[in-house]
């Protein structure tokens, strides 16, 4: 398969290849609450469903954000000595998978405004 513009998913076909978009809902949906799968209207428009998943994916980085401002102060007395500083690096860990999952919902949303790969 070759390979989408640098940040593509890798679990997505490239754009304009046959069956991206199924590939692509189905992403967007992994990114995303288990129960918008249950939402017609998600499983129909895909540049409804990108838009809504660069909401949840941005307000997820959002809370990690905060979480790792305020996770000493909230949580060192409350957790063995280590836990702290080692959920301080899985936070930092997810903080990136997050970006990378942003910067894919944002190239699956270019590649749908483009009519030329969209249909």
Not at 34 to 43: A, K
Not at 67 to 79: K, P, Q, V
Not at 82 to 93: C, K, N, P, S, W
Request: charged share 25%; with cysteine.
């Amino acid at each position: 398969m070759r390979a989408g513009p640098p940040g593509w998913p890798k679990e997505v076909p490239p754009a304009g290849t046959p069956g991206w978009q199924v590939a692509a809902a189905s992403w967007l949906l992994d990114l995303c609450p288990s129960e918008f799968r249950g939402y017609p209207s998600l499983r129909r428009h895909l540049v409804l469903l990108a838009w809504l998943a660069e909401h949840h994916v941005e307000a997820q980085l959002v809370a990690l954000r905060q979480a790792y401002r305020t996770i000493r102060a909230e949580l060192t007395n409350r957790l063995p000595e280590g836990v702290v500083e080692q959920a301080m690096t899985d936070i930092e860990l997810e903080g990136i998978r997050l970006r990378a999952a942003r910067r894919g919902v944002q190239l699956i949303g270019e590649a749908l405004a483009d009519r030329r790969l969209a249909g």
